[in-house]
């Protein structure tokens, strides 16, 4: 191969963009090896705008909830998901759940654990109760508000 040909190859694995290229021909052969480039990533530009001004609005004119309200009242032993994430019965599969209808929950007890932005959330019991009811199943996406438990009070 001559010099010439070799130059030829050069220029095209730089303007194709290539990263490696091997020839072998006749006894002769070739590699040719680059890092790729890196990615140019802008980051956006943040400016400090100072402390915002917050008027106080008297409870009359508040504005609404941005959750809407649910279509019936919640029950009086209704514990409700605090956000939105994926419900865990147990710490870890094939361990046993945290909680089972019919079991007695104290104050403070992990009731269930909610998986958010890859971290875990534990639900805890807010008061001594009996668990009646699980509304959802292990694994399964849970919206903020959602009920989860239903407990009832001892």
Do not use: H, W
């Not at 508040?62 to 147990?90: D, H």
């Not at 007695?104 to 008061?127: F, R, S, Y």
């Amino acid at each position: 191969m001559e010099k010439k040909e070799i130059l030829e190859l050069i220029e095209i694995f730089n303007q194709k963009g290539l990263t490696e290229l091997s020839i072998e021909n006749e006894g002769f052969s070739l590699t040719l090896k680059k890092e790729p480039a890196p990615m140019r990533v802008e980051a956006p530009i943040y400016q400090s705008v100072g402390t915002p001004q917050v008027e106080s609005i008297p409870p009359a004119q508040a504005p609404a909830s941005p959750v809407a309200a649910p279509t019936k009242p919640l029950s009086e032993g209704a514990v409700t998901a605090p956000l939105v994430g994926v419900f865990y019965e147990s710490s870890a599969p094939g361990e046993a759940p945290f909680v089972k209808i019919g079991d007695t929950v104290e104050k403070g007890q992990t009731l269930c654990l909610i998986e958010a932005m890859k971290m875990m959330n534990e639900l805890k019991a807010q008061e001594k109760g009996i668990i009646r009811d699980i509304k959802v199943e292990n694994g399964q996406m849970v919206e903020f508000g959602q009920v989860i438990f239903e407990v009832e009070k001892c």
